[in-house]
T-cell receptor, first 117, second 112 residues
Framework: EAQVTQNPRYLITVTGKKLTVTCSQNMNHEYMSWYRQDPGLGLRQIYYSMNVEVTDKGDVPEGYKVSRKEKRNFPLILESPSPNQTSLYFC????????????????FGPGTRLLVL | AQRVTQPEKLLSVFKGAPVELKCNYSYSGSPELFWYVQYSRQRLQLLLRHISRESIKGFTADLNKGETSFHLKKPFAQEEDSAMYYCALSGCSGAGSYQLTFGKGTKLSVIP
């Protein structure tokens, strides 16, 4: 079954304690991205990756890091989490991303709810 | 820069009434536009995209380039339509890649 998985689904942590949220897709998609969803602000893109070893900042990258060492995985790293990073996080993937190509559907993971105390 | 605006945070309608969720965009090129839906406690999922010209769950959306709009419509709302709806635009980010930009979302509440 084609899917995007995220772990953990729920996480409570304290300020300053490094954490990683994993994201994995089994569709051989080149393009992956991370979003955060906050009430009244909708979905905002944090980082995206066009392919292995190619990552770029989205709209709200501050306080986050990502890596793309393999095609299927795109972990989100919070080196020193702060309370303002309490949010619902979604990973997503889709085919392609090259100019001139047909844009395909973006598939979303189930979300990770993070609380930073 | 590309931008998507959904002017209504919350829209309440009675069951059986028509629904229109507004979406306006700003983009210099030829955009690809989508509507996504998120039901309570579920992941975001694609509802429809303008290039397919399809009707899903009774919803339709027409791209109006003159008005830069992509409003979502349904003639008769159902209770199960209650959800968050996001309009999204995919456009070239200038680095040879496409970036998906979301509006802030509209919460649709259908009153029985």
């Amino acid at each position: 079954e084609a899917q995007v998985t995220q772990n953990p689904r729920y996480l409570i942590t304290v300020t300053g304690k490094k954490l990683t949220v994993t994201c994995s897709q089994n569709m051989n998609h080149e393009y992956m991205s991370w979003y955060r969803q906050d009430p009244g602000l909708g979905l905002r893109q944090i980082y995206y990756s066009m392919n292995v070893e190619v990552t770029d900042k989205g709209d709200v990258p501050e306080g986050y890091k990502v890596s793309r060492k393999e095609k299927r995985n795109f972990p989100l790293i919070l080196e020193s989490p702060s309370p303002n990073q309490t949010s619902l996080y979604f990973c997503a993937s889709r085919v392609g991303g090259l100019a001139g190509g047909l844009v395909e559907t973006q598939y979303f993971g189930p979300g990770t709810r993070l609380l930073v105390l | 820069a590309q931008r998507v605006t959904q002017p209504e945070k919350l829209l309440s309608v009675f069951k059986g009434a028509p629904v229109e969720l507004k979406c306006n965009y700003s983009y210099s090129g030829s955009p690809e536009l989508f509507w996504y839906v998120q039901y309570s406690r579920q992941r975001l999922q694609l509802l429809l995209r303008h290039i397919s010209r399809e009707s899903i769950k009774g919803f339709t959306a027409d791209l109006n380039k003159g008005e830069t709009s992509f409003h979502l419509k349904k003639p008769f709302a159902q209770e199960e339509d209650s959800a968050m709806y996001y309009c999204a635009l995919s456009g070239c980010s200038g680095a040879g890649s496409y970036q998906l930009t979301f509006g802030k979302g509209t919460k649709l509440s259908v009153i029985p």
